[in-house]
């Protein structure tokens, strides 16, 4: 009995349409709200598949991407770095085409683009908004710049503080930002923050970022508040991806890394202000109120006091409600509590400040 | 060296309220939508205390109903069964008393009530909404039945299932209907569904009730979506107890038992309408379109094709967002895939027919 | 400024062994004790990676074998459906080659294999122990089958129940039977159990095997006692590849998928008894005794009661402790309770039978 | 139609046990090994009920106790603290009364205890292995001592670093010490850990204890590794009341708090020496060896270098396997790396310093 091969082909691709469909079906929604009348979107813009050194097909990438929430992602396998060449030749355009059709089928925005990758110093580079790679596998790094620049990409330095024996800013980066082929930097990377690259961005009007650099398979509880993806919000005029590259253009980010936002204190400030609902008072007796404080947003809200009243820490977990005490006086009419938002970051080692206003009438 | 006692009572009374708030801080809510222009309230209307066979302090109660999103509690101690009596004397008013004013600092409504305890059959019963508790402490259930109707309470029938060997209706149960002395019935009771119940309640229109029951303190894994408290969902005109006990009266209630909704089918379609939101879809290639649809609810929603369109079986979990792909028409303006909802139960065995529709313009 | 690239591989290298190291440091070993004088070996011989159909570069799935406690594990890539082939030039034997140092790193043993693929029937074979894949490469099934045996592999018929319009034992069947070319056959396959196979390897003296067939990358909540892994139990004279062959070739295996453990009774058996202690009693009153029972198992036990003693239904969680209140008369030495292992499957519906003997002494 | 009272109770009862029983049947054991010879025993010495500032029934202790995996309780209700009195009449030998039963069946060592109450300074004191509490309640503190000591007690201070403000060791303590009437000090209480209890502990050989002090019913996510209860491990001849009395006033105790083991370095040398299993080197390459450590303790164990081999820190999380690839030499026999483990602290800030030895023949 000969059995053809050919004639199997169908039916191992419908199991594996069925099995892949089950296993990608879920999707947590990650909740930031949207702000100044701006869409929140949810990014990583920086992983890596077989293509480079990462240990995934880039379908996975997207099965990821839908079950963690995300909303955009960009594949930046490494133009320079090949070390699975042998097995899978290179073909820098390939992972991108290959997580298309899944892309769309999730509704993931999938942004084309690559990582340059030299000896630190310079570093790594990511470029999103590519239409083709090739292009830019020059040897010298300011080629690669401009054939980027050519397809009007926006770049960004990776982790910056990668390699803490040669971290700084070098001639080459003011080179770069002075010829506008540097417009982000990554302020945080997997599980690293640098706080030089966070002050670099303020002072030069870079664009914060924050991406997971994964190569793994993502693992699930690096789905939970305590230990989630490090990502870059985006806030975009809409859900597209032109949208996110005018946002990214004009620096409208923020950068959520271990449970800390991180970004302009504009952005911060709408975030809190959106997230955190306050009840009116529920209950008085003698000189206290009781009010329920409500927190939307996935972050769990840690604060400071800096004036007078309310309790010396306050803290509001992710998705959940908090019952506040507090004093008040006879008469008032509101009651204002002035705190600092010891995780959300406008700089190094500054937290967000904020009033909770409570009608007290 | 001698030291006083009573001075060292504000001391821990500092430490008790400091601990008491910390434990007690935070509240997960229970996603379920308000329909039909009422309010959807998380009620759990049956529960004991030390006060007659349950082994916490009546505050206890309080913590578990903030920390699981209850908006309304009933603490229902048995009147005639009062196995601590020898340690805690019989005070029927006390467990009320008691837990009052932590419910006011946590913004749960307190309904006052009793269970009053007969062999089966008759059975137990709880009484809602009474002003004081010791008239219910009578020989005759009829006399006590008349006492709490006196004080104008809600009447229900508890876990009407219980004991196997004695179950039914019988004559009393007529007897107390007749009279209007019995309002409502418990479909479900911690971990039990008792169909009759469900029959009964759907014929003789009496008000449906799911309640924990519980006597032990409440178990955290006890709040996840597989394994949650039994409750009452009651559409109230708003948040209080004259209006919680209006739309009792009318019977505007649902249960929520083991991930199944058990109720009238205005009040299910009315929650899954508002709770199922539908997308546009974003994808569409040869004759197929893609689709998300989330699921705002508490409530892992699982539906059965009845219609000739869509997956056969299509499971939309808790608070996530679900993939669908579905076949369609060449011009087709609309897609209409009917389902039946398996655990949204409009009778026993009965699930609720519902249609999805998709948008294709 | 020119920078090379060479010279940053040494650097990337570095990082990456970091993180790899990082990620894979922990594993959760599975509790399942040895028995009969032999090792436990916790195996799973059917799995893909990007070689095929899979979706995860090979060295993945030494990386998942070790955080889940596996100590086998066979990667079995199809030889003859390539959908990668594009990106990813046939190469039968790299996913092994490439496993390998990890592999040995993590001391997990890899067994070389393949899955010889053909339409149902008579439906997909796997292959191990083969010291070249190429030469099973053929047109014909029987050739490749040969061709394997050649290598002294040992051959199993995979998911026997996969197509349910085409399921069956067929003349092909027949044939690689007789000619010794078919040693085991998948009664459990992922998520899916195979009556039929399971009668056929207790009628026919197949060994009886159990696998993941995992495609994508695993999730760790796939590694929970509700949910995880389908794998094969081989109770081998060492934790040797070549014992492993040798307790294959006999048959030594037992299947544990979705909670159940299914085998042969003598194996299932010497596991139960191994991993129950039962205490002596602790505790008696009147004619009740308690004692404790400790479940050492990574499988949750389930037991109905055949003789007259002891609660109807006895629940023995993995990794726990359970108590057991039982009456008991005066004077007597001992206790012994008649159960039957719901869950331990000796045939298709039938429990393992077991006394539970209490020493009352 | 009457229906009697009392017929019920029987079917209450019966409901109830049953309840009861189920809720209580699973215990997950705390993995800690014996050491020296003596059995090492987990123990809670301070928690409240109803029955003085508590929020449950004494039996909800016992069943915690069960769950959670520990072998000795003690309530120790306050003497002169008693809130509740109004409904709950002060009867100070109840709590121990009402938990014996409960204790029994569950193999729990209940020993009876109580809290002397007074002031900060001195602050309060645990006695265990009283006979009756009754001769404590007295107006003067040393007089409450000296009944317990002839009683044979053992006399511990609890939470001595509790109020801030009054901290200290004081002429009390002295003249409690001197009279031997004072044999240990809690270093742990809840979620505080007190550095000068810890210092004082050592200087003056008093019998470490740590202890929960729980007033509201417990928490489940309080057993996991990262947030489990404060305990004491005692290392008793056997597991009895006598031999833990006996093992407490001969100081042979360890402190379980936050992840962190506080003791004397020969009990913490010992858990360490038993808990830790390095297995052969399974591979080697080039200069470097793998090898496994199993870690069967509940503690993740966290080591940081001080030797000059192995990596920097080295994390051997709870009831798992750690993979270190670590350095060779030529011809070494065995390989010897220096660490001190950072969360076994023998003083305050100061680790344990351990070998681990691998065996390279």
Redesign the interface.
């Known amino acids: 009995?000969?059995?053809?091969?050919n004639?199997?082909?169908f039916?191992?691709l419908v199991?594996?349409l069925l099995?892949?469909?089950a296993?990608?079906?879920?999707?947590?929604?990650v909740n930031f709200p949207d702000i100044l009348g701006y869409k929140t979107l949810k990014c990583d813009f920086h992983m890596h598949t077989?293509?480079s050194?990462?240990?995934?097909?880039p379908?996975?990438r997207v099965?990821e991407a839908?079950r963690e929430g995300l909303d955009v992602i960009s594949i930046t396998d490494h133009i320079?770095?090949q070390p699975?060449k042998q097995?899978?030749?290179t073909?820098f355009n390939?992972s991108y085409e290959?997580a298309r059709?899944g892309a769309?089928?999730?509704?993931i925005l999938l942004i084309k683009g690559a990582e340059i990758?030299?000896?630190?110093p310079?570093g790594h580079f990511n470029v999103l908004y590519l239409e083709d790679i090739d292009p830019l596998d020059t040897?010298?790094?300011?080629d690669a710049a401009k054939a980027a620049d050519a397809q009007k990409a926006f770049i960004f330095w990776n982790h910056p503080g990668?390699?803490p024996e040669h971290k700084g800013w070098f001639?080459?980066h003011t080179?770069l930002y002075e010829n506008k082929l540097m417009h982000g930097i990554e302020v945080a990377n997997g599980g690293s923050y640098y706080r030089e690259a966070h002050q670099w961005a303020l002072e030069k009007n870079l664009t914060m970022m924050g991406n997971s650099d994964i190569?793994?398979?993502?693992?699930?509880?690096q789905t939970t508040t305590e230990n989630h993806r490090t990502m870059t919000l985006v806030f975009a005029r809409e859900r597209t991806a032109e949208a996110v590259k005018e946002a990214l253009t004009e620096g409208r980010t923020a950068v959520w890394f271990q449970n800390q936002l991180i970004g302009r204190s504009r952005y911060l400030e709408a975030i809190f202000r959106e997230s955190i609902e306050i009840g009116k008072p529920?209950?008085r007796?003698r000189s206290a109120i009781?009010v329920?404080i409500?927190n939307h947003s996935a972050v769990d809200v840690e604060m400071d006091r800096t004036g007078s009243q309310g309790p010396a820490k306050l803290?509001l977990?992710a998705?959940?409600?908090?019952?506040l005490?507090c004093g008040t006086e006879e008469g008032a009419e509101q009651l204002k509590l002035s705190y600092v938002v010891r995780n959300f970051l406008i700089a190094p080692d500054k937290g967000l400040p904020v009033d909770l206003t409570i009608d007290l009438r």
């Open positions: 009995m000969k059995i053809s091969r004639a199997m082909l039916t191992i199991q594996l099995a892949t469909f296993a990608g079906q879920i999707r947590r929604e077989v293509f050194d990462g240990t995934v097909w379908t996975v099965d839908w320079e770095y699975h097995d899978v030749p073909n390939r290959i059709p769309r089928e999730k509704n990758t030299r000896e630190t310079p040897e010298d790094l300011i990668w390699k001639d080459i080179q190569h793994q398979p993502a693992l699930e509880r529920h209950h007796a009781w329920t409500r803290a977990p998705n959940a409600t908090t019952l005490k």
